[in-house]
């Protein structure tokens, strides 16, 4: 995403982890949560919103816990995860310029 080809390495929090300690604890546990965040931007290396459960309890989530469109996923056996924003409003199409036209000065 950032023009480098090492990894990234993102976890999860570790309170969330322990509400998905399978697919179908994940999925009985995350029914009726609401994510809050901020806005699309184009910020790569900034996110900062919140994971509410029904019973009021509360995450904060960071950049750590994001994976930007394109991104590629490995060394996992399986993930739950949210789209936050699509289309036009991903972070990659925020950060993206339009091509500068090249013309010649003969």
């Known amino acids: 995403m950032d ?9 999860v929090e570790k309170s969330i982890m322990r509400l998905a300690s399978s697919e ?11 994510i809050n965040c901020e806005g699309p931007n184009e910020y790569l290396y900034k996110f900062e919103g919140s994971l509410t459960f029904t019973d009021g309890a509360s995450v904060v989530l960071d950049p ?10 490995r ?27 090249k013309k010649s000065k003969i």
């Open 64 to 73: 750590d816990q994001i994976l930007l469109r394109g991104s590629t996923l």
């Open 3 to 11: 023009g480098e080809t090492n990894l990234k390495h993102k976890q």
């Open 75 to 101: 060394n996992t056996e399986w993930v739950i995860g949210v789209v936050v924003y699509t289309g036009h409003e991903t972070k990659i199409m925020k950060n993206s310029t339009n091509a500068k036209a």
């Open 24 to 34: 179908q604890a994940a999925m009985k546990n995350f029914n009726g949560a609401q």
